[in-house]
């Protein structure tokens, strides 16, 4: 482990992957009341993660930045929804680190800049509007590659970071948060059912499909609940990328035994609504409901369709009574103070 005096940031080596520590841990795993059917919620939240106004793409973070400072790059390129939380904390990540950061973001440029626009200019990053709709991912995708190009020919040592940080690397964040997960679940004497989350580009979902079959491997079978994942983008639903072969991957390159089985990947594909980023009649009731139930935030497009799942998936009856659940908040509070007209 070492320290940088200049910058307080811890550099560490985990399972033989570099590692510098981004993110306050671990979060808390919280009660929250009674649901449909009696089952009893918990929150997981890992909307205080703290860097950059918190959010699950810190975790990613930690290891891709690991990566990037062990590479010797100079800069960081990501690329995202023109409100892309996983952009704003690249941006943060950046400025802890001494990095510059250019972000590759859909829309065009706004008169004002807001949201997590407007914290991604206060951390430093560079904008660039693409004019791309925030479901055209293969777009975003090839003006992120193309910007990695041009600076390259400039001279500088680009780490370029796909949508949402969901690689092997990146996803090697929520095998650590699993782990975390069982040891709170068995710190409270809790057996949860299941862990519900959101997913789209699928770097979250991976490494906890990672994480459950690395302690399936390892016997650890007292706390095994299944995963849910509420899929939030057609490419999820559809089965790209396949997280299966994105989780192996990420137990592969940690050296982690475990194998990932078909039957560990379930998506639900109800609470999508119209595409992408799309806010749904369900989302913003669920928005409702977090705020007065549990004094939550959530993100209408994103986090909020995860919480409109589990509560339609509770109200049909899938937990029995007094079955614990836990859901993942991920964060997006930034994006909550956009005026969408």
């Known amino acids: 482990m070492a320290v940088d005096p200049n910058r307080r940031v811890v550099t560490e080596i985990w399972q033989g992957q570099p590692r510098v520590r981004l993110a306050t841990l671990p979060t808390h795993l919280e009660r929250g009341p009674v649901l449909a059917g009696q089952s009893l919620l918990w929150v997981k939240r890992d909307d205080l993660t703290g860097l950059g106004m918190g959010g699950n793409k810190a975790r990613k973070l930690e290891f891709l930045c690991g990566a990037a400072v062990a590479s010797g790059a100079d800069c960081l390129i990501t690329v995202g929804a023109g409100q892309s939380n996983h952009c704003r904390m ?55 590659e193309d910007l990695t190009e041009e600076l390259q020919a400039q001279g500088l040592k680009p780490y370029s970071i796909p949508i949402g940080g969901s690689t092997a690397v990146g996803a090697l964040g929520y095998i650590v948060a699993y782990q975390e997960i069982v040891e709170q679940a068995v710190a409270l004497n809790l057996s949860p059912k299941s862990i519900v989350f959101t997913s789209s580009s699928g770097g979250t979902h991976a490494g906890l499909v990672a994480g459950r079959a690395h302690m399936r491997a390892l016997g650890r079978t007292e706390v095994l609940p299944n995963l849910l994942a509420i899929g939030v983008a057609k490419g999820v639903v559809a089965g790209f990328p396949s997280v299966k072969e994105l989780a192996q991957e990420s137990l592969a390159i940690a050296g982690l035994p475990g194998e990932v089985l078909d039957e560990d990947i379930e998506v639900d594909a109800r609470w999508l609504g119209k595409d992408y980023a799309i806010p749904t009649d369900a ?5 409702t409901w977090a705020a007065h139930n549990g004094a939550w935030v959530l993100d209408d497009v994103y986090t909020a369709k995860g919480m409109a799942g589990l509560l339609g998936n509770a109200t049909q009856g899938r937990w029995a009574s007094g079955e614990d659940v836990i859901f993942i908040h991920t964060g997006g509070s930034p994006e909550v103070f956009v005026r969408h007209d």
Not at 111 to 129: D, I, K, M, T, W
Not at 283 to 287: K, L, M, P, T
């Open 283 to 287: 989302s913003q009731a669920a928005i």
């Open 90 to 144: 690249t941006a943060a990540a950046g400025a802890l680190l001494g990095l510059e950061v250019h972000l590759v973001l859909a829309g065009d440029r706004p008169a004002v800049l807001e949201g997590n626009q407007l914290l991604s200019e206060r951390f430093g990053a560079h904008q660039h509007f693409t004019g791309a709709g925030p479901a055209e991912w293969g777009l975003l995708e090839i003006a992120r």
